[in-house]
Structures are given as structure tokens and as C-alpha cells.
């Protein structure tokens, strides 16, 4: 199955270790709102979320892939998921502010 959006959620949870991780700062949470919003979008997309395991960007977390452009989001809150569906999912635009930046 291809689908038209992809979105990646890191629910990693390292137990006993003192780097940050996204599942221990609400992943799941943000796994739950993406769904919920995806399956009511006003739009006929093929579009999924999904948790995935860490996406190596730890410190910056909780992070959000999105494919198929491959737009890596970081420190996402579930209040910033409806934006990201409205502006990223709808419109195609990137929401700068989320973005990860390059080093
Ligand atoms: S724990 Fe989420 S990116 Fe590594």
C-alpha cells in the first residue's frame, strides 16, 4: 500500500537513560491526535499515521516524519498537529517553525 501521507511518530522510551526521547515526552499522545485527525480530514487522501522507533534526532524530540516528501518535524505538541495536517497535509506547505534544521 503507498499512501499519499505517511506520517512517522517516534514513540521511542529508553528507560533508565538521560538522553531525552520521544515516547516519554507524549509520543503516543501525538500518535493518537494524528490518527484521529487524519481518519476526519474534508479530503479524499490515502493518509495514515503510524509509531515508529527512534528516527535518530532524540534531542530535538518529540519528532514527526512525514512522507513521501520526507519532512522531519521537531518538537511537535499535540496542539501543533492540526496545524501541521492543515498546512502540511492540505496545502503542502511546510510549517517552518517545526522544522529540523540542519546543522
Ligand atoms: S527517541 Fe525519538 S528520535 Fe530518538
Redesign the pocket.
Known amino acids: 500500500m503507498v499512501y499519499d501521507i505517511h506520517v512517522f511518530v ?1 514513540t ?1 522510551e ?1 528507560t533508565g537513560a538521560e538522553r ?4 516519554a515526552a507524549h ?1 503516543l499522545a501525538l500518535t493518537t491526535e494524528f490518527k484521529k485527525q487524519l481518519k476526519d480530514l474534508p479530503v479524499k487522501l490515502n493518509a495514515r499515521a503510524n509509531k515508529s522507533g ?5 534531542d530535538f ?3 514527526v516524519a512525514i512522507y513521501p516528501d520526507g519532512t522531519f518535524y521537531v518538537g511537535v505538541k499535540v496542539e501543533d498537529v492540526k496545524e501541521i495536517i492543515e498546512r502540511h497535509v492540505l496545502k503542502g506547505e511546510r510549517v517552518e517553525r517545526l522544522l529540523l534544521k540542519s546543522a
Open positions: 517516534c521511542n529508553r531525552l526521547s520521544c515516547g509520543g527512534c528516527l535518530g534526532i532524540c524530540g518529540p519528532t
